[in-house]
């Protein structure tokens, strides 16, 4: 059983089929990449499985579970945590306390016990707060030490991205959504990051699903791409075999208008 | 920095964590119970400068003090803008009416309606709080506006039926008897224990504020308390993290809200008599000028909010009644305006010099003693 599986999924706006009819699977330990030119519905069909938006008909099947109908913090607790194409961190907390909401769906707190201060409140916070800085351990040192305590708004944009990523990797998620988690890197950062997605399956173990239009982290970390046009699949299989597909470059660079030219 | 360096999570969860803010809670504490004294104290200041009134306006202060809180933890942690505060402050007194010691009312012992009104608020809160599911911003303000106005006329409805347009008097409540033991717990003159006068309300006061202060600070520094702040920042991206942000957002209004009633109750019985009249929709812009001034987006804020708002009243009226102005007939006239232009004044200069308010005043003089004689 495939872990993520989409059947007959359909999202229309008003007149535009966004998503249309999509059947795709996601297995278990993948790193599968969806490309797509602008609008193809990269993002919505993000948004539906992460369930901030409902599809029209058709299913989601996670673990066999299917997620239409649930709640965005439903589907997170299932295990689905994603990144935002534009970066949605909690500008005034700090970047430890950001990483510690991501814990809270992972923990049952509670307000009685958090008012009391229970024994048992406390290991947890400790707990949170262990959890929440192995997390932003992952990116080396450049969110931690005296990065901790600095608020969210202060960093930089790449640091943003990474810790948008740190804090859906506290989740604990069994699938991560990364929307374009490069965009707007220099290319040294980008290098980096590709390096960073590929640790995040070899070490953390997390299944992941990535937007991305660099072709060379799509290269370096896919081992699956799917391409989306139209809110339709018009191809998939490994870098090599989408990149040369005819349809995907019909769908990047057009047609020719006039054969042999 | 402190030079004091944090070894492992449980110092870092602590709430006085050096042996300076120790030191300083004892010292703070002890000044508190030694204020009232001092406020005793028979002589005339020079000047004509107020010396007895300070005991109303502290008092006063303190019972606010937990509202104004109350509001910064909606308003400041979790950005849910509610215009039922005044709403609530009536739920209080309704309740202490209905079930306590009043006028017409159950007479059960102070002790339990105070408890028993935090309960009640907590529920209306939540039901209060249902439109901050579908609404936000502006659209909440109005929504909530409603709950005032009903909670006014459920005041005056109940008023009218079983008291008369005298409005509700509340009698002093008793101190329970198993702490009669206490050396400074003494009858007064009938041989009863009653609360009454500001003396003895101040040692009432002060432990329940503190005991308010300390639940609110103890639900903001959990997970619940990181959700509200999440919740204010993005919603969205709370939600995609798993927070259930209808809940979560009940739970902001429950907590505020039952802290307010219970703030309601203590209001009533201190100063013994509420009417319908007793109510306006100034109260919400009176909380605002608290939490502006004394810091947004903290709890110690509403304190120096709150005391900033009753005790500086008092030394406009001394400098009023200053020699000084006799000649300016007008000032006398128009008192109270006066001191709303200066609260307007202040909070336009809170807003472009200090927008963290009062309460950041504070941590500024703290960071100076800490680093002291170094700048930074």
Redesign the interface.
């Known amino acids: 059983m495939p872990l993520l599986e989409t059947q007959g999924l359909t999202k229309v706006f008003g007149g535009l089929h966004a998503i249309d009819d999509l059947d795709l699977h996601i297995e278990e330990g993948e790193i599968v990449s969806v490309i797509g030119p602008n609008g193809a519905g990269k993002t919505t069909f993000f948004n539906l499985v ?3 938006i409902q599809p029209d008909s058709g299913k989601i099947l996670f673990e066999g579970i299917d997620l239409v109908g649930l ?3 439903q589907i ?2 299932l295990g689905i ?2 990144t ?1 194409q534009n970066v ?6 700090t970047v430890l ?1 950001n990483a ?8 049952r ?3 009685i ?5 229970t024994p048992g ?2 290991a947890e ?2 707990a ?3 959890k929440a800085e192995e997390a932003l351990a992952f990116f080396g040192t450049r969110l931690i030490g005296y990065r901790l305590e600095q608020p969210a708004f202060v960093l930089s944009y790449a640091n943003r991205r990474r810790l948008e990523i740190a ?2 990797m506290a ?1 604990e998620p069994k699938l991560l959504l990364l929307d374009e988690p490069t965009a707007g890197m220099n290319p040294r950062e980008t290098l980096e990051l590709t390096e960073l997605i590929a640790r995040l399956r070899d070490e953390k173990g997390f299944t992941i699903c990535l937007i991305e239009h660099d072709m060379r982290v799509v290269r370096g970390v896919s081992d699956r791409v799917i391409c989306l046009d139209y809110g339709r699949k018009i191809a998939e299989g490994t870098y090599h075999e989408v990149a040369t597909n005819e349809r995907v470059i019909e769908a990047y660079l057009g047609t020719k208008a006039v054969e042999g030219v | 920095m402190s030079g004091k360096y944090v070894n492992d ?2 110092q ?2 602590r709430l006085f964590r050096t042996t300076p803010k120790k030191v300083l809670l004892v010292v703070g504490l002890l000044a508190a119970i030694a204020l009232p004294y001092l406020i005793q104290i028979q002589w005339t200041p020079p000047f004509g400068f107020p010396w007895k009134a300070w005991a109303k306006a502290i008092n006063l202060a303190l019972i606010w003090s937990i509202g104004a809180a109350a509001f910064n933890l909606l308003l400041g942690y979790t950005g849910q803008i509610s215009t039922a505060h005044a709403a609530f402050l009536i739920l209080g007194a309704l309740t202490g009416a209905v079930l306590g010691e009043a006028s017409a009312g159950l007479g059960w012992s102070f002790w339990l309606v105070l408890p028993l009104g935090g309960v009640v608020g907590a529920v209306i809160g939540a039901l209060v709080g249902l439109p901050a599911l579908r609404v936000r911003g502006l659209y909440l303000f109005m929504a909530t506006l409603a709950v005032h106005f009903a909670a006014i006329l459920g005041f005056k409805m109940y008023q009218v039926a079983q008291v008369g347009f005298t409005g509700v008097r509340y009698f002093p409540p008793e101190v329970p008897s198993f702490l009669h033991w206490l050396p400074f717990v003494t009858p007064d003159a009938n041989g009863q224990f009653l609360i009454q006068g500001d003396f003895r309300w101040y040692f009432v006061l002060v432990p329940i504020t503190l005991g308010c202060l300390l ?1 609110m600070v ?2 903001l ?7 509200f ?2 919740i ?3 919603d ?10 209808a809940r979560t957002k009940l ?1 902001a209004f429950a ?1 505020s809200s039952a802290m307010v009633t219970i703030s309601g109750v203590l209001l009533s019985f201190f100063v013994t008599a509420r009417s319908d009249e007793s109510w306006s929709i100034e109260i919400i812009l009176d909380v605002a000028i608290m939490t502006v001034v004394g810091g947004f ?1 903290t709890i110690v804020g509403g304190v120096f909010g709150a005391f900033f708002f009753f005790m500086t009243p008092v030394l406009f009226n001394w400098i009023r009644d200053l020699p000084l102005f006799d000649r300016f007939t007008f000032i006398d006239t128009y008192g109270s305006q006066i001191d709303l232009a200066i609260f307007g004044v202040a909070i336009v200069l809170v807003l472009v010099f200090k927008p963290e308010g009062l309460a950041g005043v504070w941590e500024d003089t703290k960071r100076y003693f800490r680093t002291w004689p170094f700048r930074y």
């Open positions: 992460s369930g901030m709640a965005p913090h997170l607790e945590a994603r935002f949605r961190l909690f500008q005034n907390m306390e510690m909401v991501g814990q809270h769906a992972r923990t707190s509670g307000p016990r958090a008012i009391l201060r409140f406390r916070e400790e949170i707060r262990r804090r859906a989740t | 999570y449980r870092d969860l639940f103890n639900v520094r959990s997970a619940e308390g990181r959700a702040v999440a204010r920042d993005n969205v991206a709370a939600s995609l993290l798993g927070i259930n942000v739970l907590v987006s």
